[in-house]
């Protein structure tokens, strides 16, 4: 009885911080007492910036449209198409930063309030969101952000992809050392792990283990490093092992407004009718390997089979591709009004830590391990039982040391497929590893590029405003495409 109690305080007050964050601009103009100034507490502060970044992260531009149709995983039937507005592009780039602000915020009254430990995790949520905004856009503001009201500057440079790596790397590291069990509350805010210091330990040590892994490529000592320091010493640095340790923001689902993201788009589970279903690039290589997370993922189209909406010349005008026959996303991931958004989880780690010992990056363990370990996790977050899973596991091609696909190209695969809902992640590895390859593009597309996006375009109101964008280093084709981000160094796409 304590613990449901516990957990309707709780959804009443995440949706009161949801709502008094949407209507903050009138609430402040109707409501300030010039006689009687107010404070909002840091933990208020940290649940607002917690709710926006979620939301937009996480919702159905970003996180089905854009990231999921480039991610290879999602797709809108229909047009197919990779629509750009400039309303919509300005919306979430500023969401992103308000997110941002907020947690500089709530770090900054944490101090003053004497709570260590939520300056802490709030510099662990600025970090972790900036890590995605830049795996989107590249270079973006972050050293010079959020200090107008303390520094004055209005026009934030912008740190290149390199600079803006080095600088989360150190915060999450300061962020981790930072945090104890035996000092203050988080406080109410806390809607990812509800006070428990260890797993934001474990979560900012994760998101270093992310980190450090895309920039492998093109900096392997550095990452090497990193992820030495992290899996070589488990007491100083605990990091995800089980999903018990899952960074996922489960939403109340009381009201309309908090719904969870996918959900309040989507529609119900009892009437699924939405355009925006599942891509044949995932089901096509779940299919293939028996894939027993695949009805989890999506649901068979009208004539019992699982299908995905195909890219390329003449998409439109493939049968396959119309209303019936496309299938739609699971109800796990997309029809739960109490549902999650996943900001990461251990099977992630596991692969992280195969890929690092197959190349050799760290020491000290087995990469078949650590792989079979992070299917076996993945597989257990989706409710597949142990018998299907060792039957998966001895399929030649996920098979370790079988079929014709490489170890390194399995475990970047087996990644890939567990990243489903964290679209962003899942794109940003292709991007990275380019497994599996995405050469079906979009038809307005396909004539000139071979592969889906490179980044986001930047936002029309960035480029006018601030004085510091960097239009020399800036080079944009056709929207999306043009330069590759940092990290990318795969050869011959465009």
Not at 113 to 133: C, K, R, S
Not at 239 to 265: C, M, Q, S, V
Not at 400 to 408: K, Q
């Amino acid at each position: 009885m304590k613990s449901h109690t516990n957990n309707i305080i709780r959804a009443i007050l995440f949706c009161s911080l949801w709502i008094s964050t949407s209507c903050m601009d009138s609430w402040t103009e109707m409501n300030i007492n010039p006689n009687q100034p107010s404070a909002v507490p840091a933990t208020t502060i940290f649940g607002s910036g917690m709710t926006v970044m979620a939301g937009q992260l996480f919702g159905e531009r970003i996180g089905i449209y854009y990231t999921g149709t480039w991610s290879g995983q999602l797709a809108a039937i229909g047009a197919g198409d990779y629509e750009f507005r400039v309303d919509i592009n300005n919306g979430q780039w500023d969401n992103l930063y308000r997110a941002m602000a907020y947690f500089a915020d709530a770090r900054r009254t944490a101090f003053r309030e004497g709570n260590t430990n939520l300056a802490a995790v709030a510099l662990i949520m600025q970090a972790f969101t900036a890590h995605q905004v830049s795996d989107m856009w590249g270079d973006i503001p972050y050293t010079e952000a959020f200090r107008l009201q303390d520094e004055d500057i209005l026009n934030p440079r912008f740190d290149t992809h390199k600079e803006l790596y080095t600088q989360i790397l150190a915060e999450l590291e300061e962020a981790q050392a930072q945090l104890s069990e035996s000092g203050p509350a988080i406080g109410v805010g806390d809607f990812l792990y509800a006070g428990d210091i260890m797993k934001w330990r474990k979560f900012a040590n994760s998101i270093r283990l992310r980190v450090a892994m895309r920039m492998s490529l093109v900096e392997p000592a550095e990452a090497a490093q990193v992820l030495g320091q992290i899996f070589g010493n488990p007491s100083s640095f605990p990091i995800f092992e089980t999903n018990a340790d899952n960074a996922y923001l489960r939403w109340p689902g009381i009201a309309t407004n908090n719904l969870e993201p996918w959900r309040a788009r989507l529609g119900v589970p009892t009437n699924k009718q939405d355009q925006y279903r599942t891509n044949h690039d995932l089901i096509q290589p779940m299919s293939d390997l028996s894939d027993p997370r695949l009805p989890v993922y999506a649901d068979p189209n009208q004539n019992g089979f699982f299908n995905g909406y195909r890219m390329g010349i003449g998409q439109t005008g493939f049968p396959l591709n119309n209303n019936q026959n496309v299938s739609h996303i699971g109800d796990r991931f997309g029809y739960d009004d109490r549902g999650f958004s996943p900001f990461m989880h251990a099977a992630q780690v596991w692969f992280i830590r195969a890929e690092a010992l197959e190349r050799g990056l760290i020491t000290g363990g087995s990469a078949r391990e650590a792989y079979e370990q992070g299917i076996r996790v993945s597989m257990q977050d989706n409710g597949i039982s142990t018998e299907a899973t060792n039957a998966y596991l001895q399929e030649p091609e996920v098979a370790w040391g079988s079929g014709a696909s490489s170890n390194l190209e399995k475990i970047r695969l087996q990644n890939w497929i567990g990243l489903f809902k964290q679209s962003v992640e899942a794109w940003a590895e292709v991007r990275r590893t380019d497994v599996p390859r995405l050469e079906n593009v979009t038809n307005d597309y396909a004539m000139s590029h071979n592969r889906p996006p490179f980044k986001m375009a930047y936002p029309a109101n960035e480029i006018a405003f601030n004085e510091n964008f960097p239009i020399d280093r800036v080079v944009e084709v056709d929207i999306f495409y043009g330069k590759q981000l940092w990290w990318d160094t795969r050869e011959g796409v465009f």
